[in-house]
């Protein structure tokens, strides 16, 4: 199976702050690889596909980059809808999450 | 509209059996996997299996296989999450999401339910 590694567990950032998370994957899983967001009490929300693409009506300030194994998620000016948990999710072969990374307010 | 509509919270004692639905609409039902993905309390999700309704076809992850049952009834449009035989810690939070097309040829899970809470204690 693969295993995701997701660091860090949790960050503390201000509005406006420039917000980087990584996902690492035990094996190399080309660029199969997305990024969800998820808020308290809600399911969790696609952000990133294909570990670079965004998905539709999401804001430009969500990014993703990597290819192999290892995945970035930058947020380029954490806007206060931002914080939230997020998570990588592997898709090359069947599906594993990262354990996620609680963005909070500094 | 893509809808994934989940049956409502549940409170049961250890041993006892259980079913939860996740219906969807405003699509190919038959045509989408439906994922299970189970969310402990204060912790993180974690990918429980899916099945596609056309052919009732199902991968389970290896630390969910043989603990729970996945099924669909593909005329009603509905996904099924079942146990034989519940724990406390089978309490958590359960999401169904279909596995849809993003950008043009790309699939991932875009729509999920809204969850079913499952509390399991004595």
């Known amino acids: 199976a693969i295993h995701m590694t997701q660091s860090p567990s949790s960050l503390s950032a201000s509005v406006g702050d420039r917000v980087t998370i990584t996902c690492r994957a035990s094996q190399g899983i080309r660029n199969d690889l997305g990024w969800y967001q998820q808020k308290p009490g809600k399911a969790p929300k696609l952000l990133i596909y294909g570990a670079s693409s965004l998905q539709s009506g999401v804001p430009s300030r969500f990014s993703g980059s990597g290819s192999g194994t290892d995945f970035t998620l930058t947020i380029s000016s954490l806007q206060p809808e931002d914080f939230a948990t997020y998570y990588c999710?592997?898709?090359?072969?069947?599906?594993?999450f990262g354990q996620g990374t609680k963005v909070e307010i500094k | 509209e893509v809808q994934l509509v989940q049956s409502g919270a549940e409170v049961k004692k250890p041993g006892e059996s259980l079913k939860i639905s996740c219906k969807g609409s405003g699509y190919s039902f038959t045509t989408h996997w439906i994922a299970w993905v189970r969310q402990m309390p204060g912790k993180g999700l974690e990918w429980m299996g899916v099945?596609?309704?056309?052919?009732?076809?199902?991968k389970y992850s290896p630390s969910f296989q043989g603990q729970v049952t996945i099924s669909a009834d593909e005329s009603i449009n509905t996904a099924y999450l079942q146990w034989s035989s519940l724990k406390a810690s089978d309490t958590a939070m359960y999401y169904c999401?279909?596995?849809?097309?993003?950008?043009?040829?790309?699939?991932?899970?875009?729509?999920w339910g809204q969850g079913t809470l499952v509390t399991v204690s004595s």
């Open positions: 999401a279909r596995r849809g097309v993003v950008g043009t040829i790309l699939e991932y899970f875009d729509y």
């Open positions: 999710l592997q898709d090359y072969n069947l599906w594993t």
């Open positions: 099945i596609y309704p056309g052919d009732s076809n199902v």
